[in-house]
């Protein structure tokens, strides 16, 4: 098990840019899956199965995006320090959301075909969610 801290969150103006990390503690860092998934502050009650995902970062290295983000969002994370973080650009009132950091066992536990985006629910660790408010 490990523990997730985001961090970063905020109020930023469309086209603007904001950088979200997330401390890990606890379990083996590198072996996990980690993803980046958000939730309208609507939805939150809806719990876990409806978070979307943004982007992850799998133990091999392999990095996917959401169709939505995909030239604007960067994931990446820092196996000294234990923090993942994801980088956004060109930010939209439809980027508004809770974003949460979240650990699941790597991509080989689940098959070839795993989507890590689609399964949030295959993530059992997940931090308390960091606030991103886009105006226009």
């Known amino acids: 098990q490990v523990q997730l801290v985001e961090s970063g969150g905020g109020s930023v103006q469309s086209g603007g840019s904001l950088r979200l990390s997330c401390a890990a503690s606890g379990g083996t860092y590198s072996s996990y899956c980690l993803a980046w998934f958000r939730q309208a502050p609507e939805n939150e009650r809806e719990g876990v199965a409806k978070?979307?995902?943004?982007?992850?970062?799998?133990?091999?290295?392999?990095?996917t995006y959401a169709h939505s983000v995909e030239g604007r969002f960067t994931i990446s994370k820092d196996n000294a320090k234990k923090t993942l973080n994801l980088q956004r650009t060109s930010l939209s009132a439809s980027d508004t959301a809770i974003y949460y950091c979240?650990?699941?066992?790597?991509?080989?536990?689940?098959?070839?075909?795993?989507?890590?985006?689609?399964?949030?629910?295959?993530?059992?660790?997940w931090g308390q969610g960091t606030q991103v408010t886009v105006s226009s």
């Open positions: 979240a650990a699941a066992p790597p991509s080989r536990s689940f098959g070839p075909s795993w989507n890590p985006l689609i399964r949030p629910r295959d993530f059992g660790d």
């Open positions: 978070r979307e995902g943004v982007a992850s970062l799998d133990t091999d290295g392999k990095i």
